[in-house]
């Protein structure tokens, strides 16, 4: 996302500049910062609409539920979006379940994933009914029937299946290969469909893949896909009745114009109808980042100008805490300056105030020359982005801003430094274990 004359692609959510001024979603960035103050999120209500849209609409006429992956974005007020536009939810803990039911998505859409579900968290997701459980592990399974059985209820699960395929995507976002931590192989799944019999509180019937993030190569897909369509139709060979297919989430997106080439979702979609041709069941969707990334910025102001010995360093006032990618993947993410004016270019190391080397958002980032007050806009900051936030170096969460047509609503205020700090007490008494 790149803010040029009349904005990318022509949508009205696009970020462009209007009359000198950066716009987003018809909301000027300039004057919300001067209000909310810098650093903040703001997300476009309506890309996030049209990305939904976009998603239903191409598997139009299949049976399918399209689960949110809440860690992409889990703010309420983005999952009530989620809500009001019929889908749900796929979450990894009960904070996420609990934020997804708050805001109104039925317990019956939504998956609860996972490698670490513990039996607090398996009797937490019993009572409120969700749809089914992504299984990990021999483990898992048998403390789910435990937990079914001692409630007298019986849990809907799908084996999340560990295809063993390389998403060709960064290392510590790679879940699909034999070495992850994540899922069965397909090998131990069908010992369990051949014993699943035993389990009566559990109703196996369903498969569930998800391989990897920020996929942008429909190939490994293919692959994954194809597996689990094999085995599904073995598994229904020996009288397994499956009822669900998830194909998890993991659809990329354009982080660097012209250098990211998203999969397009027409082609993802063909490939899914084609491979689950014979498929009658209900087909589950778990994208995170496809849906909300390119729908936010980080806006940010500078600090000051650094000049090192041989680095120009760009000082801004969000920090590694705000947004962790940069740091943690060395994700690239636009950084567009949002002065207006006509400068040279000049290459800045973006850095941020937090004590590390890490905390830098970009390096040799060759931007219009900027000053100590100018605002910046960090794109691609929708997924993954005020989720992975902390508090690090003690500095307030950001606030959250929903922009829409014009308009916009504070959907988390900033945290205060007392509100940071709630918690936390001196020894109030000492005890003895
Ligand atoms: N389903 C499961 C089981 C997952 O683990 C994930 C993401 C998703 C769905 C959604 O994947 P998506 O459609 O967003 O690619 N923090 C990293 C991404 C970690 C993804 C973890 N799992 C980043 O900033 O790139």
Redesign the pocket.
């Given at each position: 996302m790149q803010a040029v004359e009349g904005g990318r692609a022509g949508g009205s959510h696009e970020v462009g500049i209007r009359d000198g001024q950066p716009i987003f979603d018809g909301v000027d960035l300039t004057v919300l910062a001067a209000q909310v103050s810098t650093p903040f999120y703001a997300y476009s209500a309506q890309a996030i609409r049209s990305r939904i849209n976009a998603l239903f609409g191409a598997f139009h006429g299949l049976d399918v539920r399209i689960c949110f992956?809440v860690?992409?974005n889990s703010n309420i007020a983005i999952l009530q979006l989620m809500a009001q536009h019929g889908c749900g939810a796929?979450i990894?803990s009960l904070g996420e379940m609990q934020r997804s039911l708050k805001a109104g998505i039925p317990a019956e859409r939504v998956v609860f994933?996972g490698v670490g579900k513990t039996a607090d968290e398996i009797d937490a997701a019993l009572s409120a009914g969700v749809w089914r459980f992504?299984v990990e592990s021999a483990d898992e399974l048998h403390l789910l029937q435990h937990r079914a059985q001692s409630r007298g209820v019986c849990a809907r699960a799908a084996v999340r299946i560990n295809p063993d395929v390389d998403a060709r995507t960064?290392a510590k976002?790679s879940?699909g290969k034999a070495e992850n931590k994540f899922g069965v192989s397909i090998d131990e799944a069908r010992r369990w469909f051949a014993e699943c019999a035993a389990l009566d509180h559990v109703q196996l019937d369903g498969l569930h893949a998800?391989i990897g993030?920020?996929i942008l190569d429909l190939e490994p897909f293919r692959q994954a896909l194809q597996r689990v369509e094999a085995f599904r139709r073995e598994l229904v060979q020996s009288g397994h009745a499956i009822a669900s297919v998830d194909i998890?989430?993991?659809?990329g997106v354009m982080y660097r114009p012209g250098v990211d080439m998203p999969v397009e979702i027409a082609d993802y979609a063909s490939l899914v109808r084609a491979t689950f041709a014979d498929f009658k069941g209900t087909l589950a969707l778990?994208?995170?980042?496809?849906l909300v990334a390119e729908a936010g910025v980080l806006v940010t102001r500078a600090i000051r100008v650094k000049h090192g010995t041989d680095r120009q360093f760009l000082v801004v006032d969000a920090a590694m805490n705000d947004l962790l990618?940069p740091s943690l993947?060395d994700?690239w993410h636009e950084i567009v300056p949002m002065h207006g004016r006509d400068e040279p270019d000049v290459a800045y190391d973006v850095v941020g105030p937090v004590c590390e080397t890490g905390d830098t958002f970009a390096q040799g980032r060759v931007l219009a020359r900027c000053e100590a007050g100018d605002l910046l806009m960090i794109a691609g900051a929708g997924?993954?982005g005020a989720s992975?936030g902390s508090t690090y170096n003690s500095r307030p969460l950001p606030p959250e801003v929903l922009l829409d047509d014009g308009r916009y609503a504070i959907i988390r205020r900033r945290q205060t430094i007392t509100e940071m700090m709630a918690g936390e007490q001196f020894p109030q008494a000492w005890h003895e274990t």
């Open positions: 992956a860690k992409a796929d990894v994933s992504n960064h976002i879940t998800h993030s920020q998890g989430g993991g659809l778990e994208p995170g980042r496809w990618r993947y994700a997924a993954y992975m």
